[in-house]
Structure formats: C-alpha cells, structure tokens
C-alpha cells in the first residue's frame, strides 16, 4: 500500500476537497475544546462548540443544501483500518493537522465483505475540508505522523452515528446497521467484531504504522 493524497486524481471515486471554506475558527476551537487520547480513539457525534462556530451555518446551508447537521470529532491514535463504515450521505472531515484515510468504494462488496486488499491510502493536510461520498467505506483516521495523533472534525446529517434505530430486519443489508445512519463491517480481530458487529473485512486488517 502506498499513501497517495486526497488531491490525487485517485482520489476522486471516494470524495473531494471542497475548497472555498474557511476553517481556522473551527479548528481553533476543535484544538482547544477537544482531548486526544494518546492510545485510543474518541468519537462524538455532536459538540456545542464546534456548531457555535461560523462555520456551522455554512456547512448546514452551503454544503449540505439546508438539511440539519451535526459537527463532532473524532480524536486520538490510531494506524489500523479495523473496520469499514458507510451512511447514505456525505461525510466532511477537516483535521486540525496532516491526518490519512483508509478507505474502499462500496462497490467493492461483495454480501458484505471486502478484500481488504482493496483498501486504499489518501493523506489530508490540515485544515482541509473534505469530503467523503456515501459510497465510500472508511473509519476512524489514521495518524499521518508516528506518534503525532489526529483532531478531525466530522460534519454529518443531524443523528448520525446515534442509537440505532428499533426496526424489524427485512433485507439482508440490516446486519450490518450498527447505529443511526451507520453500516458496519468489522475485521474479525476487533472489539467491535467481539461487540457482535457484521464480521465480513476478510484478509490481514491493514496498517499504515510502517508508512508514516
């Protein structure tokens, strides 16, 4: 695997950089108002102070056409891919720092699973707003630096990532719902997999720790 950059021609069938936004305020805020875990990684799907920047109405209005959204974060340490998740949205990630995705296009599924032979490896700098397609399948950031960690603010449809919605299973893709707006594939070797995730990420989970 070689890392290539979210500006790359290949990186088009996961997503784009949507330029034209400023996103120091926001940052400012992520770096001051957020922790980063040193060996593990957080999420939040919603943070009061991150929709209190100038930003929000921009990202609500501007970039997602009206509909309600939410920006939360998500912080810490990581090298490995672990699993695979994808919404029927866009996702936008802006990192306060130089962060790298891992990623596959949903396409490449076959009843779920994937070879994680597939994955792909995209580096962002910071400050950069992009975007991920809802036909991308990704997780949680990877450090682009040893050691260095990540803060990246992730803006998706309000309730995203939430509790999972009380439903009765119908088609053969609610094995993977894991919460609100969020299928799950897991590598077996994961606590999410343990957790009783959809275990269909078959191969060697990859990482990037001899990368950066």
């Known amino acids: 695997m070689k890392i290539q950059s979210v500006f790359d021609p290949a990186f088009a069938r996961y997503g784009k950089v949507i330029e034209g936004l400023d996103t120091t305020a926001l940052i400012t805020a992520l770096e001051a108002n957020t922790e980063q875990p040193e060996d593990a990684v957080i999420y939040v799907p919603s943070s009061s102070v991150l929709e209190a920047t100038d930003l929000y109405p921009i990202l609500r209005d501007n970039v997602y056409g009206g509909m309600p959204i939410q920006i939360g974060y998500c912080n810490g340490s990581n090298t490995k891919l672990n699993c695979v998740e994808y919404h029927r949205d866009s996702e936008i990630n802006i990192p ?102 959809f275990v269909g990420l078959d191969g060697e989970n990859p990482d990037i720790a001899d990368l950066i």
């Open 96 to 197: 306060a720092h130089d962060m790298i995705f891992l990623v596959a296009g949903e396409s490449d599924l076959v009843d779920g699973h994937l070879d994680t032979a597939k994955i792909e490896a995209f580096r962002a700098p910071g400050g950069a707003a992009v975007e991920l397609y809802a036909t991308t399948l990704h997780y949680a950031p990877c450090n682009s630096v040893a050691g260095q960690g990540f803060r990246v603010a992730v803006v998706l449809p309000k309730g995203t990532n939430t509790d999972k919605p009380a439903m009765t299973n119908c088609t053969p893709e609610d094995a993977l719902l894991w919460a609100r707006n969020k299928w799950l594939i897991a590598h077996p070797d994961t606590t999410e997999a343990a957790d009783g995730a």
